[in-house]
């Protein structure tokens, strides 16, 4: 997010943040994006709810997650699929995932 709007790449460019190794360019469902690589999550693939089609929304499907500052309060997220892919992983083409859409 970029002053509470979906990030899109020139929010971004000629930043600090733009240098820095855990953000990497993404294209979901072919729109380009930053995202942040968190390697040592075990979760879903989260992605804003902007990005997210209506008709990639799978009906009835939802993960439960639970923020490091939630508590015991879990969250009911909406899945949905997307396609995916960064060059930055040297296979730059697109990859079918199970994603969650979160606001």
């Keep these: 997010m970029c002053n509470d709007k979906l990030v899109d790449v020139d929010c971004i460019k000629g930043t600090d943040v733009d240098d820095c190794e855990f953000i990497i360019p993404l294209y979901i469902d072919n729109k380009e994006v930053r995202?942040?690589?968190?390697?040592?999550?075990?979760?879903?693939?989260?992605?804003?709810?902007?990005?997210?089609?209506?008709?990639?929304?799978?009906r009835g499907k939802f993960k439960s997650l639970q923020g490091a500052f939630d508590g015991n309060k879990c969250h009911k997220i909406p899945t949905a699929i997307v396609e995916i892919r960064s060059p930055?992983?040297?296979?730059?083409?697109?990859?079918?995932?199970?994603?969650?859409?979160?606001?």
């Design 35 to 58: 995202g942040i690589r968190d390697s040592g999550n075990l979760g879903p693939i989260l992605v804003s709810k902007d990005m997210i089609t209506p008709e990639r929304i799978i």
């Design 88 to 103: 930055r992983f040297e296979f730059d083409q697109n990859v079918m995932r199970c994603v969650t859409s979160w606001h």
